[in-house]
């Protein structure tokens, strides 16, 4: 979508697609219930666990973290994430919301 066709959209339509662009990685997924089932992790056990490069693993965790879906803290020279459960709530409720707005009728079309 290019730049100056965003206008025509809420902040809120914006906003659900960046964050289904995000999601619609299968490794960020993976990185994602990596995160939720661990509550944290070092960034080397996701290039174990995934299989992936750690150049591949730093580019998902990225786009992860500008969306705000992780947040990160440095301890040396390992970087620990973790799932940002205010902002996870928050994109859960946008998600929701969208979800939630279609009546459930039958018969249609």
């Given amino acids: 979508m ?3 066709k965003t206008d025509l959209f809420t902040d809120r339509q914006n906003e659900l697609a960046k964050i289904a662009k995000v999601f619609a ?3 960020r997924i993976a990185i994602l219930e990596y995160l939720i089932h661990a509550n944290s992790c070092i960034n080397g056990d996701l290039v174990q666990e995934l299989g992936l490069a750690q150049a591949t ?3 998902h965790l990225r786009e992860l973290k500008e969306i ?3 947040k990160g803290s440095i301890e040396g ?3 620990n994430y973790c799932i940002d459960a205010l902002r996870w709530a928050e994109v859960q409720n946008l ?3 969208l ?3 279609f009546p459930r009728i ?3 079309c």
Avoid: K, M, R
Wanted: charged share 5%.
């Fill in 2 to 4: 290019g730049v100056t």
């Fill in 99 to 101: 979800f939630g707005g």
């Fill in 68 to 70: 705000g879906l992780i």
């Fill in 106 to 108: 039958s018969g249609c």
């Fill in 77 to 79: 020279v390992s970087v």
């Fill in 25 to 27: 990685h299968p490794a």
């Fill in 57 to 59: 693993i730093s580019q």
């Fill in 95 to 97: 998600f929701q919301e």
